[in-house]
């Protein structure tokens, strides 16, 4: 896959979290109940836990913060850009893997909003650690 390609699928998959993460901001500020597929009100109890905020943050709204990093750090040219996504896109996949842990073992319920945003972070941080690399593979040696 060309570099090129590379840079547009990631930036289409960082896109498509802040799509994810605005709309879970957007329930938490408008005291909404998330739509859930298949009724199971799995999204209302994870969105609704002790664990939807860090620090009084909510996490969606940590979950937008780093995907519109990722996002930036995506359209800035550059190896520091670069690696910046890479870190930014490894380090909300870790997140995102902590949370996760979190609704199956603490909460006891899946958000299927959350599993789209640790597929799509955990997209990212293939790709953007896949992008960091072929810039390596480029450099002179």
Not at 39 to 54: P, T
Request: hydrophobic residues 50%; glycine residues 12%.
């Amino acid at each position: 896959m060309s570099e090129r390609r590379l840079r547009i699928a990631t930036l289409v998959i960082a896109l498509l979290g802040v799509c994810v993460a605005s709309y879970l901001t957007y329930v938490h500020y408008g005291g909404l109940q998330p739509f859930c597929a298949g009724g199971g009100h799995g999204c209302e109890r994870v969105q609704s836990s002790s664990y939807a905020k860090l620090g009084g943050i909510p996490v969606a709204v940590l979950g937008l913060g780093g995907y519109l990093a990722i996002t930036v750090a995506l359209v800035v040219p550059g190896e520091l850009a670069r690696l910046g996504a890479a870190a930014l896109a490894v380090s909300g996949c870790g997140f995102s893997a902590y949370l996760t842990y979190l609704e199956l073992f603490v909460i006891h319920a899946i958000c299927q909003w959350c599993v789209a945003s640790a597929i799509l972070l955990t997209l990212l941080a293939v790709l953007a650690v896949w992008r960091l690399l072929l810039s390596d593979d480029r450099r002179p040696a």
